[in-house]
């Protein structure tokens, strides 16, 4: 408990730093360790997600974390000037505009599931296509998703093929994400989506 | 354990918020009362801007929404003819003219890549008008703009004019067009203007069949590079922004002028004629959107400056020079 504590102060003063006047000083120069530094700590943000906890006789709900990568992502609206390829570090209209991406999402149930022998981390990756609604997917885009889950017992490993949809707002930023894991025990997944790049 | 959930769910949301561009949560909390009415109407809209008699004309079209004539071109700055920008500022007025009455234009200008000068829908708009209209933006506002089907031109703006006072000039559409020099800042989401450096910004020179216009784009003072401005240029008619401004009566911000500061740049550049745009359209969290004016206006009267500043309403237009 002290562990997490010591944590949440560090993470607090960070992005406090963030807001701080130096931050607000619109930097006439890059700094790339600033700029890499500010990115890193936000990556570290987590999504609120609600995990369906099942076994043959009853189901129940978990909280827990998700963290969104995309390692990869091809825009089908970049312009003349820049590669609709990107990387990890990528600008929300690129994605939100239109897109194809890979996806790769770590999970956590703190306090771990009931119902089923489960363990707290388990993982998606895939591919997802994301599709602009309003203001070129800025205020309003959706994406249908699909690839391979992992869940891991102590005895026996669930894998096997995964469906996602998403509905995002506020420049993709902010998001509703719905998972469906098949021959899983934590099947129907949904959650917030938060990422900032 | 449930704390930790706790404490990081309100800090993600927290942070969140404060790390929008423009300091987005006091702009959504000034624009709550904004929803819940219509943007007022404005009456008489003009159809045709467009005239054959003409050479030089500016209609406001709210914001740093100018439609201008110069001869046979059309030009538009920062075209917002939406109801929102970056989804929490909307509009109090509605837009001085309906989207279908633009005509084709030349040139669409943008100086700078935030939401209430970046408008993706109103790039949409002016899009299915001609794919011969050219997109004129500076360096590093790619990264925010999806294609589209016109002619995109990118063009050097010194690295946000670090050590010049022009980045680039080029002729588009026979329009001679030239950065020159803004003091703001660029970035769209928040972070990537404030801390990691973007500087996607810039002020324009537009020169055609002898008339220039000077279009400040978004910018704070700066007591010499203006008056540098001034004398590498003649310039006919002059938009120069005036607010947002927190105490309207008193100097701007290192990015943003406010009243008397903006008179400043008025009178550094030398301009024939200003325009006072960049107020009364949103409500940004400082003022009233109409306080700039208000304070513009003893401005303009204890300088005697009516002949030179004329004060448009959101639709009306202008004509500066007649054939």
């Not at chain 2, 911000?253 to 004629?273: G, L």
Request: charged letters at 20%; proline letters at 5%; hydrophobic letters at 40%.
């Amino acid at each position: 408990m002290k562990f997490y504590n010591i944590n949440i102060k560090i993470f607090i003063v960070l992005l406090f730093l963030l807001q701080s006047d130096y931050a607000f000083s619109q930097l006439k120069d890059e700094n790339e360790l600033l700029k890499w530094g500010s990115w890193l700590v936000l990556q570290t943000l987590p999504s609120p997600t609600l995990f369906d906890d099942r076994n043959e006789e009853s189901a129940k709900i978990r909280f827990g974390l998700q963290w969104h990568v995309v390692p990869v992502s091809y825009s089908f609206n970049a312009n003349k000037y820049v590669s609709p390829f990107n990387f990890f570090f990528i600008k929300p209209n690129k994605r939100f505009s239109g897109s194809v991406e890979t996806y790769f999402e770590p999970s956590l149930i703190p306090g771990g599931f009931k119902n089923n022998s489960l363990k707290k981390f388990m993982y998606n990756a895939g591919v997802r296509l994301v599709l602009p609604v309003f203001q070129r997917g800025e205020y309003l885009a959706i994406s249908l998703g699909g690839g391979y889950f992992n869940q891991q017992s102590a005895d026996r490993k669930y894998d096997g093929v995964t469906y996602e949809a998403g509905i995002y707002s506020l420049f993709g930023m902010m998001g509703l994400k719905f998972e469906y894991n098949q021959n899983g025990l934590s099947r129907y997944n949904i959650g917030l989506y938060l990422k900032y790049y | 354990m449930r704390k930790f959930g706790k404490i990081l769910l309100t800090v993600t949301f927290l942070q969140l918020f404060l790390m929008q561009g423009c300091n987005l949560l006091m702009v959504a909390v000034k624009n709550v009362p904004t929803f819940f009415e219509r943007p007022r109407e404005v009456k008489n809209k003009i159809k045709d801007p467009i005239k054959p008699d003409v050479r030089l004309s500016a209609l406001w079209i709210g914001h740093a929404t100018v439609l201008l004539q110069m001869d046979d071109k059309v030009i538009i700055t920062d075209p917002f003819l939406t109801e929102t920008a970056g989804e929490f500022a909307r509009r109090v007025v509605e837009p001085g003219m309906n989207a279908e009455d633009i005509p084709a234009c030349d040139v669409i200008l943008i100086s700078h890549s935030h939401f209430d000068h970046l408008n993706l829908a109103s790039l949409e708009m002016l899009e299915e008008k001609s794919s011969k209209t050219a997109l004129v933006f500076p360096k590093d506002l790619e990264n925010y703009l999806p294609d589209y089907d016109m002619k995109l031109i990118r063009m050097k703006n010194d690295n946000g004019y670090e050590s010049k006072l022009t980045g680039e000039t080029k002729i588009v559409n026979g329009v001679k067009i030239t950065t020159v020099f803004a003091q703001h800042w660029g970035g769209r989401y928040g972070l990537d203007g404030y801390i990691w450096g973007d500087k996607a910004f810039t002020g324009y020179i537009i020169e055609y069949n002898g008339m220039t216009i000077y279009f400040a784009g978004d910018t704070g003072y700066d007591p010499f590079k203006f008056k540098k401005l001034g004398e590498m240029f003649r310039i006919d008619l002059a938009l120069i922004p005036i607010g947002p401004c927190a105490d309207c009566k008193q100097c701007g911000t290192f990015s943003h002028v406010f009243p008397p500061d903006a008179y400043m740049i008025f009178q550094d550049v030398k301009a024939s004629r200003m325009l006072p745009i960049h107020y009364g359209t949103l409500h940004f969290a400082q003022a009233d959107p109409m306080e700039p004016l208000y304070a513009f206006r003893d401005i303009i009267r204890s300088n005697k400056a009516e002949e030179m500043i004329r004060i448009l309403e959101i639709g009306e237009q202008e004509i500066y020079i007649r054939k």
